[in-house]
């Protein structure tokens, strides 16, 4: 995982800045959407239609210098699953894929906070490799896999949305009413994507 620790929106923020590859406003909503909202950021620029998934995998690729793998590609093996934990796992759609002894190979999402990954050695005793892969990858290979994701997906939406609701209702936040008018579009946005045409 040597280089994982340096991957943090921050310093991706910083090397699409330096490339150019994203406007900086749009970055700076990105990474407000994350603090504010716990949006996470790649995920805002990608559904956001700022930066493509293979762009965005290929910049952390090439200066993070870690290695890609399309999580389809390989066949999973259960014993990979068993022990590792799920809430991580669907929370950061984080998708296992192997355990030799103690490694565990996973394919992460373009970018996975290091500490989720250090959460995962320390709960499942074992020692992380991770590959990056395409958040919309991950998502489908996590569905078809494990018969309760889509359920818990659907309930982490709604516990979004009243958050959303909440903070829309609180009187004397300024930022209520139009930030209410900003994520209620945006949420239109994501369930367009997610659902297709």
Not at 96 to 111: A, G, K, S
Not at 116 to 143: D, F, H, Q, W
């Amino acid at each position: 995982m040597k280089g994982l620790e340096k991957l943090t929106p921050i310093r991706l923020a910083e090397v699409l800045t330096q490339k150019g590859l994203v406007p900086n406003e749009v970055i700076t909503d990105a990474l407000y959407a994350q603090d504010r909202h716990g949006e996470a950021f790649a995920e805002v620029l990608v559904s956001t239609g700022q930066i493509s998934e293979w762009d965005l995998a290929k910049v952390v690729v090439e200066q993070f210098q870690v290695p890609f793998l399309m999580a389809s590609v390989y066949e999973h093996q259960k014993k990979a699953v068993e022990s590792l934990p799920k809430e991580l796992l669907f929370r950061h759609l984080i998708v296992p894929l192997d355990r030799f002894d103690r490694i565990v190979t996973v394919v992460i999402p373009i970018l996975t906070p290091f500490e989720v990954l250090m959460r995962i050695n320390k709960e499942a005793n074992c020692e992380v490799y991770p590959y990056i892969g395409l958040i919309s990858e991950n998502r489908k290979v996590l569905t078809e896999r494990y018969p309760e994701f889509a359920a818990w997906r659907d309930e982490q939406e709604k516990k979004r949305e009243s958050a959303r609701k909440q903070r829309a209702e609180k009187p004397g936040d300024p930022a209520g009413d139009w930030m209410n008018m900003f994520d209620s579009a945006d949420q239109k946005v994501r369930s367009s994507l997610r659902d297709g045409p």
